[in-house]
């Protein structure tokens, strides 16, 4: 038993399976990697879709506003009201 070669234990995957579980490691990162990517793209195209549609509901309203006020300038002001006096019948 005194053996100068180190002897592999019965836990200890051979060298090709070992580079196989580590290529599919890998591969199986890289695919997760790929995706979070898509994903981050996908976030961003809806954040810039959002944003311009924020940004055009913004100048409408603005531009209502605009006109309301201009409107309001314009128009004759309005008569103020009678009040009608209350008869007590006692």
Do not use: C, G, W, Y
Not at 13 to 36: C, I, L, T
């Amino acid at each position: 038993m005194s053996d100068d070669k180190p002897q592999a234990s019965k836990f200890t995957p051979p060298p090709a399976q070992r580079e196989a579980a580590r290529k599919r490691a890998q591969n199986h990162f890289a695919a997760s990697e790929q995706r979070d990517t898509e994903v981050r793209r996908e976030i961003q195209r809806q954040q810039a879709a959002t944003a311009t549609k924020t940004a055009k509901l913004r100048a409408l309203r603005l531009e209502k506003e605009e006109a309301d006020r201009i409107e309001a300038a314009n128009a004759p002001p309005k008569p103020p009201r009678v009040k009608k006096k209350k008869v007590k019948i006692a």
